[in-house]
């Protein structure tokens, strides 16, 4: 399956297609794209800079697993982090390289590969970080244990993964979504964009293998072409995560479309972002 998600991420670039993605790649188009992207990123989940606020990168080497546009990793040099990235995908690579060139933005290395063989050296790094990526991979036991071996035995894993306890994944997909589904789909509505392909996928796969929650998870999360995704609680990423004892976790981010719901403060109860800070046992 890694090949399917791999091919999904190297033609769907992370978030690029909510800002207009580039139109060709030169320096210009590069810059303005990273410029709405990174406005889009961080006034829609301000909750991202408080917590990088709250992680003390300065002076530590950080592995970044799962690059995107390279935003974050932006935040985590400016915090005063010796970077590396690794990414699968070849685009995410070229896309977060042409920042650090445009931005003047020191870093060790960013690499093309894959967190069940990451391409680095025991004991390398303080901080190992990833945002909205692990709950990506169906072998996150072995991709943990990866994790674990480039870690300095004190160092830290901090992820932000998708939250089970949400109102997204408890409400909006399991059930708002689907009946939604439903309705579409015997009322047969003339309809494009990415209804109209929920329609047409689940005309292909059946309707109610459509609906099988460990189908619906993976096309009601980055897209209905998704390959996978996983929702988490704090129990399962015990479970899943076994190299590591969990230190800290909260919730974050109220998202729950298309209900419209940012406002409510409910967010360290119902929000769909699981942030978790683990270390090695």
Known sequence: METEIQDFWQ??????????DLSEK????????????????????????????QIDFQGKKILEIGLGQGADAEQIIKRGGIYSGVDLTAESVER????????????????????????FNDNEFDIVFSHGVLHHI?????????ISRVLKPDGNLIVMLYAKNS?????SIFLL????????????????????HHIAQAREKGLWNYLKMDNFINVNTDGPFNPYSKVYNVNEVKKEFTDFEVIETHQDFMHAPPLRIGWLPLAKWLGWHLWARMRIK
């Open 11 to 20: 033609n769907h670039p992370c978030g690029a297609e909510l800002v207009g």
């Open 26 to 53: 030169s320096k210009q188009d590069y810059e303005d794209f990273f410029v709405r992207y990174d406005k889009f990123r961080y006034e829609k989940e301000v909750h991202i800079l408080k917590n990088l606020d």
């Open 96 to 119: 977060v390289k042409m920042r650090f060139s445009l931005r003047n933005l020191p870093f060790a290395e960013v690499k093309q590969g894959s967190a069940l063989e990451l391409p």
């Open 138 to 146: 169906p072998e996150i036991k072995s991709a943990q244990k990866e």
């Open 167 to 171: 109102l997204n994944y408890l409400f």
């Open 177 to 196: 979504r689907r009946l939604g589904l439903i309705g579409l789909y015997y009322l047969k509505p003339n309809i494009g964009g990415i209804y109209g």
